[in-house]
């Protein structure tokens, strides 16, 4: 099983449209979560941590469901802007400070 | 706001040849990684520099790669000898006190072409 794994998609929708990705982790022991987005040949930018609450910012909702090792990322009212692609990481926590990234999601936003 | 700097953006090397790729964090991090990513491919990690010194490196960075924080400032990535293989974008990334755990802030990339 993949460390991180994402549907790579491409996800097209239409300018308005709410979009959802999902993500599943192999080490149940991870402590910290997070979305960043990866402009095309560009660097992965942190859109948001991920909290097993549940968070939001703007447009954005991110959910962590520990027991199923399952993240999401909601995106409401979709803009052509948001057309990237969207990146699941894991940082395992431990004796570790690396970042696993997910092959990522492509998300295209059409007019 | 304050950024990772990497520079070059992009070099072109020549098989056997050694690249220094070069990278300045963010000023009150602590915790300064390289990554790369291959055309296509997922993002990975290389090594974590803490305190100056290694504090974590993947399969990947064998014998032939270094890394070395020269003054208060620069965070440089070696390759001794590069391969074709070697050919990815380099990303330099830093973060705070806690490590990744609020995750890492990336610079814009070293797109690295071996010929």
């Known amino acids: 099983r993949k460390e991180v794994e994402q549907d790579p998609g491409p996800f097209n929708v239409p300018e308005g449209a709410t979009v959802a990705f999902n993500c599943t982790y192999s080490?149940?022991?991870?402590?910290?979560f997070f979305w960043y987005r990866q402009d095309c040949r560009k660097e992965p930018k942190l859109l948001m941590s991920v909290y097993s609450s549940g968070n939001e910012d703007g447009r954005f909702t991110a959910q962590l469901n520990r027991a199923s090792q399952y993240i999401s990322l909601l995106i409401r009212d979709s803009k052509l802007s948001d057309s990237a692609t969207y990146l699941c990481?894991?940082?395992?926590?431990?004796?570790?400070?690396?970042?696993?990234f997910g092959t990522g999601t492509l998300l295209a936003v059409q007019p | 706001e304050p950024e990772v700097t990497q520079t070059p953006s992009h070099q072109v090397t020549q098989m056997g040849q050694e690249v220094i790729l070069r990278c300045v964090p963010i000023s009150n991090h602590l915790y300064f990684y390289w990554y790369r990513q291959i055309l296509g491919q997922k993002v990975e990690f290389l090594v974590s520099?803490?305190?100056?010194?290694?504090?974590?490196k993947s399969e990947i960075f064998d014998d032939q790669f270094s890394v070395e924080r020269p003054d208060g400032s620069n965070f440089t990535l070696k390759i001794r000898s590069t391969k074709l293989e070697d050919s990815a974008m380099y990303f330099c990334?830093?973060?705070?006190?806690?490590?990744?755990?609020?995750?890492?802030?990336f610079g814009q990339g070293t797109r690295l072409t071996v010929v």
């Open positions: 990481v894991v940082n395992p926590g431990g004796a570790t400070n690396k970042l696993i």
């Open positions: 520099f803490y305190n100056n010194e290694i504090s974590e």
């Open positions: 990334a830093s973060s705070e006190g806690e490590g990744a755990a609020m995750g890492a802030f």
């Open positions: 080490n149940s022991a991870s402590q910290s």
